[in-house]
């Protein structure tokens, strides 16, 4: 069973950058790799994922051109580049893999495409 683990979580002042890593057991490249995040008290919400090619990516509009998802197959590991962070983005994230490439874009933002996560990275942005 494939194990995600999470890393480069902190804290960061509005406007700042951050770069998260997912460094996963084995290999994942017939999968779907996301991030999601979750605030204390609120619902596990999608951020963004990327093909089991690599070819394809799906951001949530409130992150669009601030954050890139990449991935490098040979090294096991998915990247979420965070620019121009504001306090809103403050959260725990965590990598997710998914089934396959979602049929429909669509359903690639739902926790329940998900069968493996990693325990998660602290995200705090200041003002």
């Known amino acids: 069973q494939v194990q995600l683990v999470e890393s480069g979580g902190g804290l960061v002042q509005a406007g700042g950058s951050l770069r998260l890593s997912c460094a996963a057991s084995?290999?994942?490249?017939?999968?779907?790799m996301a991030w999601f995040r979750q605030a204390p008290g609120n619902e596990r919400t999608f951020v963004a994922y990327?093909?089991?090619?690599?070819?394809?990516?799906e951001y949530a509009d409130s992150v669009k051109g601030r954050f890139t998802i990449s991935s490098d197959n040979a090294k096991h590991t998915v990247t979420l580049q965070m620019n121009n962070l504001k306090p809103e983005d403050t959260a725990a994230y965590y990598c997710?893999?998914?089934?396959?490439?979602?049929?429909?874009?669509?359903?690639?933002?739902?926790?329940?495409?998900?069968?493996?996560w990693g325990q998660g990275t602290q995200v705090t942005v200041g003002s």
């Open positions: 990327i093909t089991a090619n690599g070819d394809s990516t």
């Open positions: 997710a893999r998914g089934y396959a490439c979602p049929p429909e874009r669509d359903l690639g933002y739902r926790v329940s495409w998900y069968d493996r």
């Open positions: 084995e290999g994942t490249g017939s999968y779907v």
